[in-house]
């Protein structure tokens, strides 16, 4: 099985793929709401200082693990030691998790890209347009279904064929519509005299003022659960990558690459949105709108926009929906790999199964905003439904613990040696090595333990 391994054909193939993965709803819809609603400025001071620590602390780890091992997920961290095999376990039930809700975002996303390109631009505007698409029995499922089904396939055709074929196709597309709208955005006048402008200077500058300890301390913890996101660690996809890197391949430039892709589509992510929400709906409306701000509050933005709203609109979502299916077929794929590794199942037998298990998940779903519709209070504040509580389950509980527990594999058990001896065994320098060390054995693991203690309440 290891001979006959799948792999990334070169270097190139391999950043393109990981950096796809990362640069998904994570960047696009995660990250502009919760910049707005830490205040802008502030939050991506904070993010940016813990992307090139922290993040790149975890990413490193997860890719050399994987290709230390030549393991997915699953069986990667028992590989390296056997006690350890729990995490790994952990790790590759948070894509089987996530992606049913993840493809059922991304159906909501293909929703209204259709609605755009159709015409239907205004309507998508109007108070009510979004619950009524969400609560209905019919059209989220279809769209669930295309969007689930476009994943399996890019997915059944392999890591060289599939995955990375594809990427190195929309991730130039992606990159360029990027640019284009970000641009469209600083240069759009709102109402009241507001500027996209000045909505960058909000987003770009951090204003500490009025700010208490507490309201800081919150903007780090968000920072942080948004790198989880932003990077796909701590959810078997950058072991399972990692797994495929040749090891002639330069792991740390690899990294670098993609912190260097991320942290910009990030970045720009909020360029594209934040300043043109700030235009026309001011800071109040920009703070308020939430994990919403995509689905309710840019429509109607885009509709404010007149003629060019409805062809802004349809270029933005088309965008959207580029980089939601570069991440949902690397969550399928670290569930799919793991099957592979662990079984010994084909790749076809472990993509129909995984495919026919999250269509059920999903449509289960799907039927959270009507058939079981329920309100349940969760340990972090909020109150959800089924997604909520999926989301809640693996991203604000399993994430943090299998960050920890792979922290203290790294940091205590096998030694920060090991991965420092896998990313430099081609005589490559590891830049920030000292950094490294401190973060993987002192720094990350509070830092995580706060984040999970945060998840239960406590904060």
């Given amino acids: 099985m290891k001979d006959n391994r799948n792999s990334f054909s070169n270097q190139v193939g391999f950043v393109l793929a990981a950096a796809g993965s990362a640069v998904g709803l994570g960047n696009i819809w995660r990250f502009p709401y919760l910049a707005a609603k830490d205040g802008g400025g502030v939050f991506l001071f904070i993010y940016l200082i813990l992307a090139v620590t922290f993040g790149f602390t975890l990413l490193v780890s997860e890719i050399a693990i994987g290709r230390k091992s030549k393991q997915s997920t699953l069986t990667a961290y028992g590989t390296l030691h056997k006690p350890s095999g729990w995490i790994g376990v952990v790790a590759s039930l948070v894509p089987f998790i996530i992606l049913p809700y993840y493809c059922l975002i991304g159906g909501w996303v293909l929703k209204y890209f259709t609605a755009f390109i159709t015409g239907g631009g205004n309507a998508a505007a109007e108070d009510g347009y979004f619950s009524g698409f969400i609560t209905a029995y019919g059209a989220p499922i279809v769209f669930f279904f295309f ?15 599939g995955i990375e074929r594809l990427s190195r196709i929309l991730m130039p597309v992606l990159i ?17 005299g507001r500027t996209g402008l000045e909505g960058f200077a909000v987003y770009v500058i951090p204003n500490f003022t009025g700010l208490s300890a507490s309201d800081i301390f919150h903007v780090i913890v968000d920072a942080m659960g948004q790198l989880f996101y932003s990077i796909s660690v701590a959810m078997g996809i950058m072991v399972t990558y ?20 991320d942290t910009l589509v990030a970045f ?3 360029v594209m949105i934040i300043p043109a929400v700030y235009a026309f709906m001011g800071m109040e409306g920009m703070q308020n709108s939430g994990p919403g701000l995509m689905f309710i509050a840019l429509p109607k933005v885009f509709a404010r926009m007149g003629a060019a709203g409805s062809i802004v609109g349809a270029v933005f979502f088309i965008m959207v929906l580029l980089a939601a299916l ?18 010994k199942w084909s790749r076809h ?43 809640y389950i693996s991203n604000y509980v399993m994430m943090p613990v299998v960050a920890i527990g792979t922290c203290i594999l790294v940091g205590w058990i096998i030694k920060p040696q090991a991965i420092i001896d896998e990313v430099t065994k081609n005589g490559e ?16 693991p509070v830092m995580l333990t706060i984040l999970l203690l945060g998840a239960f309440g406590v904060f």
Avoid: W
């Fill in 429 to 444: 320098t590891f830049g920030r090595k000292g950094m490294y060390v401190v973060m993987v054995k002192y720094i990350a």
């Fill in 268 to 270: 720009l992510a909020g």
């Fill in 349 to 391: 037998k472990a993509v129909l199964i995984e495919y026919a298990c999250a269509m059920i998940l999903g449509i289960i779903v799907c039927l959270g905003y009507n058939v079981f519709y329920f309100e349940m209070p969760l340990p972090n504040g909020s109150v959800g439904q089924i997604l909520d509580l999926f989301d």
């Fill in 326 to 343: 570069t991440s949902s077929m690397s969550v399928m794929e670290a569930v799919v790999s793991g099957l592979i590794d662990k079984f």
């Fill in 176 to 192: 360029v519509l990027v640019l284009g709208i970000s641009v469209f955005a600083l240069t759009v006048d709102g109402e009241d």
């Fill in 147 to 161: 969007f689930m089904t476009a994943t399996a396939v890019v997915v059944y055709f392999g890591v060289e064929k």
């Fill in 242 to 261: 990692g797994s495929y890197l040749k090891d002639d391949n330069n792991l740390i430039k690899s990294v670098n690459h993609i912190e260097i892709f």
